[in-house]
């Protein structure tokens, strides 16, 4: 349990200090180049992926309450998670869920700034706990289909 922890710990310290700092660096919001396909912007997330059910007032205290129980469950899960894999996509996922319900909790909206695109096409800004659930939920699914039933 101690390895899913520590991953849950780096990722909420590297999403929480990376927010920070955008959140300092792009007062005023502003665009900076960084690649052709590749900006960072200040965005505010009041939904969930892809901005859904933002347009709702109770979204943000809502999608806490659900981080919480998901947070909670993953957990536990971490508790009898017996292979390694498990355990790192598990650190993964509740590390960048308590990143983003702190982000929640503080601003009422999500921090994101990380901007690929190609053209005139943008993927929506996401960030470092995004990232980190994402890598985690696709590990999830390699373990789940991947590894030998006598393994998990």
């Given at each position: ?29 502003r665009t900076i180049e960084v ?101 985690g939920a696709l590990l999830l ?12």
């Open positions: 349990m101690r390895r899913g922890l520590l991953i849950a710990a780096a990722v909420l310290i590297l999403d929480q200090v990376s927010k920070l700092a955008i959140l300092d660096l792009m007062q005023p919001p690649l052709p396909v590749f900006n960072i912007v200040l965005a505010f997330n009041r939904g969930v992926s892809f901005s859904m059910f933002a347009g709702h007032d109770d979204a943000p205290l809502l999608l806490s309450g659900v981080a919480v129980v998901l947070v909670a469950a993953l957990l536990w899960w971490l508790r009898s998670a017996e292979h390694a894999l498990t355990r790192v996509a598990i650190g993964l996922v509740v590390g960048g869920a308590v990143g983003n319900l702190i982000d929640r909790l503080r601003y009422g909206a999500v921090v994101d700034f990380l901007d690929v695109h190609w053209g005139g096409w943008h993927w929506p800004a996401f960030n470092v706990a995004d990232s980190a659930i994402t890598v699914m390699c373990d789940a289909l991947f590894s030998r039933p006598q393994s998990r």
